[in-house]
Antibody, heavy 122, light 110 residues
Framework: EVQLLESGGGLVQPGGSLRLSCVASGFTFSSYAMHWVRQAPGKGLEWISGISGTGGSTYYADSVKGRITISRDNSKNTLYLRMSSLRVEYSAVYYC???????????????WGQGTTVTVSS | QSLLTQPPSASETPGQRVTISCSGSSPNIGSNTVNWYQQFPGTAPKLLIYNNNQRPSGVPDRFSGSKSGTSASLAISGLQSEDEADYYCAAWDDSLKGWLFGGGTMLTVL
């Protein structure tokens, strides 16, 4: 069974930093692109970043470019999201998600984690 | 405001058919396939339709998708109370080099 388990969320002050992790199991991790999608309270889904299976290609939404870094460690079956200079509006549930192919482009996300909540507040 | 436009809400009675639209533009829906996700409150989204009209294993054939030009639609036939959820369309955007989600449609089964 494919499973994605996020961790690392919590309360952080504006301007602070945070690293989210997502441990994958049940599939050949390095063969698939991975993504981060967030959802602010009461709002819709927002894709923020994707990374290819090898980690060689990364993509970011304009709204977060320069403030987040996506990475992966295929030896540990783990996806990361490093966030810095956090703003109040970054408060959301952050979902880790698996792509249907090795490239993050074009192919749908087919499996989602349960999400980890990030709250940016003073 | 999302670049993929969905109606914020839709409603229909049990047993009937409902369609949810998703309007985009040339770099996204006009050039790439559309996917649809279903989300219940407090839970993670679930892939419902991919590549415009393909259903993942386990998704009932009551759910169908279509695309024409820069618009796409999700149809749900034989509506059931358990279909009450939020539905999102998504497509890759060649200009932005990123994924776009529609704003979501809250479906109410009357």
């Amino acid at each position: 069974e494919v499973q994605l388990l996020e961790s690392g969320g919590g309360l952080v002050q504006p301007g602070g930093s945070l690293r989210l992790s997502c441990v994958a199991s049940g599939f050949t991790f390095s063969s698939y692109a991975m993504h981060w999608v967030r959802q602010a309270p009461g709002k819709g889904l927002e894709w923020i970043s994707g990374i290819s299976g090898t980690g060689g290609s990364t993509y970011y939404a304009d709204s977060v470019k320069g403030r987040i870094t996506i990475s992966r460690d295929n030896s540990k079956n783990t996806l990361y999201l490093r966030m810095s200079s956090l703003r109040v509006e970054y408060s959301a549930v952050y979902y880790c998600a698996k792509g249907l192919a090795a490239t993050p482009q074009y192919y749908a996300v087919d499996v989602w984690g349960q999400g980890t909540t990030v709250t940016v507040s003073s | 405001q999302s670049l993929l436009t969905q109606p914020p809400s839709a409603s229909e009675t049990p047993g009937q058919r409902v369609t949810i639209s998703c309007s985009g533009s040339s770099p996204n829906i006009g050039s790439n396939t559309v996917n649809w996700y279903q989300q219940f409150p407090g839970t993670a989204p679930k892939l419902l339709i991919y590549n415009n009209n393909q259903r993942p294993s386990g998704v009932p054939d009551r759910f169908s998708g279509s695309k024409s030009g820069t618009s796409a639609s999700l149809a749900i036939s034989g509506l059931q109370s358990e279909d009450e959820a939020d539905y999102y369309c998504a497509a890759w955007d060649d200009s932005l080099k990123g994924w776009l989600f529609g704003g979501g449609t809250m479906l109410t089964v009357l």
